[in-house]
């Protein structure tokens, strides 16, 4: 098992990385939209692409079941996991913010609530700030939680803005940037180490090429 | 119906005769070498009091300790750490001593898994080896020599044992003015060797640039020794960073020579696991597996919190990850 394993968010990021690696002369024949399978082989057999659920990518490179993987900055925050995380591949800039009701601010007596798709993002961000915060885990919809009283506020991403401003919430802290980013298994990148280095490497002029 | 009384706790296994004398045998042949470089066993209690190691600085994290309540009220916690513990032993109990002292462990630890995500056991097996009163450059060699001999005799051949200096990051950040703050976010952006983040951070504090160039060089400092020990000559801002690399590279000469350079990678940006790690430090990488099975270094200053002070190094390896790998091969 010489090989490098990526592993494939489906979604979002998926022409995105399949791209990136064209670019630099990885492709994977068998790959079609429609194929049910999971596992990719390339031309050379030298890498494999596994297809998983976006939000497993950190999971999977964490564990070393795969070796590097392409994944937003929000899943991979989320997940916490321990990965090094060695590239910003600056392709799908959006942020994580708190939104709520034009109107609303931070009581100073009980304690807020926060609905969010991201509840360790949105812990994390208030316990930096020194508040106590209840969150509550919603897997879609944020946007409603605090129309119909649900939570205080939310932790979302925002790219346009759109849906907020739709539902009548605004932007009221921005929490952090996010982005693609290259991530890799920090026993792979010390064992697999010529390999691995050389594909950051030319990732990371493919990357500087193109902002320029 | 949950049937608690069939089932066992996740992180916990049993095993069964085959599994058991496997681990056992594995066991016996780090025993064998330890014994053998004169590395005496040594056992301390399953359990002991919290504060133990909850007032040792850069410890195991308060959440993932396992806490019992003692009699009279006392809390109690499972032994999280195998080095705390005989740290504490050698500093009350061997003072008569004037040599060295070799010791090693076989034992288990307790830590809780936080994460849903964390396949990581509860209860863990670690085999390790503790060399306490030495100083000195060849101690360092002895240590880091035993851990690649133990994969050697577990019949590895394919792994990576990468060296890391915790002192030079640290004398860095005692000549800048970074505040504990801004230490945390640059301590984990240089361990994840994320540059971009960490470029942006560096950008928002105000501080001398020399420092800002010699941080951000962190992360990259990995990889070939030679090339990596000349980059951090260049960015060492005084003599006791210049001090520290020199030992690092007078350990890698040594082990060179006596023909382990292979094994060997060097990588500046290890800064992070275990707080009380002071000098040279290590981990090991089998190839194919996804986390390190040895952890290791130099931990000068623990001791002295016993009320001895007394230059130590030492390594664990976590045995059931070793295991689990064998069965791969």
Not at chain 2, 2 to 14: A, Q
Not at chain 2, 83 to 102: G, H, L
Request: hydrophobic share 40%.
């Amino acid at each position: 098992m010489n090989e490098i394993t990526i592993a494939l968010g489906k979604g979002r990021l998926e022409s995105f990385t399949l791209q990136a690696f064209k670019k630099l002369g990885i492709e994977f024949p068998d790959f079609t939209k429609d194929s049910r399978k999971l596992i990719f082989n390339d031309r050379e057999n030298i890498y494999q692409i596994v297809l998983v659920k976006a939000s497993d990518v950190p999971t999977y490179v964490e564990k070393g079941a795969a070796d590097i993987g392409i994944v937003g900055k929000d899943t991979l925050l989320e997940s916490g996991a321990d990965v090094f995380e060695v590239l910003d591949l600056g392709f799908g800039q959006c942020k994580f913010a708190v939104a709520g009701l034009p109107d609303y601010t931070y009581g100073s007596a009980s304690k807020i609530t926060v609905a969010s798709k991201y509840p360790n993002v949105a812990r994390n961000f208030y316990h930096k700030k020194g508040m106590s915060i209840e969150t509550i885990k919603l897997n879609g919809s944020v946007e409603l939680a605090p129309l119909i009283g649900l939570s205080d506020v939310i932790v979302d991403i925002v790219e346009t803005g759109t849906t907020l401003k739709e539902n009548g919430l605004v932007v009221l802290e921005d929490i952090s940037e996010i982005s693609a980013r290259l991530i890799v298994n920090k026993a792979s990148f010390k064992t697999k180490t010529d390999r691995i280095h050389s594909l950051i490497e030319e990732m990371q002029s493919i990357v500087e090429r193109e902002m320029v | 119906m949950l049937h608690e009384s069939k089932r066992i706790p996740e992180g916990v296994t049993d095993l069964d005769s085959a599994a058991l004398e496997k681990k056992e045998s594995l066991i016996s042949t780090l025993k064998q070498l330890y014994q053998k470089n004169g590395y005496r066993r040594v056992q301390t209690p399953i359990f002991e009091y919290y504060d133990l190691f909850l007032d040792i600085k850069g410890t195991i994290a308060k959440e993932k300790m396992i806490k019992l309540i003692d009699r009279d009220g006392k809390i109690l916690v499972l032994r999280p750490d195998a080095t705390i513990p005989i740290a504490r032993m050698v500093a009350t109990n061997y003072q008569s001593k004037s040599s060295d002292i070799r010791l090693s462990y076989f034992t288990n630890v307790f830590r809780m898994n936080d994460r849903e995500q964390d396949l990581q056991n509860r209860e863990l097996t670690q085999a390790g080896i503790e060399l306490f009163g030495r100083s000195d450059v060849s101690a360092d060699v002895e240590v880091i020599k035993l851990a690649i001999n133990s994969m050697q005799e577990l019949g590895f051949k394919d792994f990576k044992i990468d060296l890391g200096q915790a002192n030079y990051f640290k004398e860095l950040v005692n000549l800048s003015t970074i505040t504990e703050e801004q230490l945390q976010e640059i301590r984990t952006r240089i361990e994840n060797k994320n540059v971009s983040e960490l470029q942006k951070i560096l950008d928002e504090i105000d501080l001398d640039t020399t420092f800002k160039e010699a941080i951000l060089s962190m992360p990259l400092l990995y990889g070939t020794p030679e090339v990596v020990l000349e980059k951090a000559e260049k960015l060492a801002l005084n003599d006791e960073m210049k001090h520290e690399l020199d030992r690092l590279r007078k350990v890698y000469k040594k082990l060179s020579v006596e023909g382990y350079q292979q094994f060997l990678s060097l990588d500046l940006g290890l800064i992070n696991h275990l707080n009380y790690y002071t000098g040279i430090i290590f981990q090991g990488f089998i190839k194919n597996y996804g986390k390190p099975v040895v952890l290791g270094g130099r931990y000068d200053q623990l001791t002295r919190q016993f009320g001895w002070d007394l230059p130590a190094t030492g390594f664990g390896f976590y045995l059931d990850d070793l295991l689990s790998m064998m069965k791969v091969n």
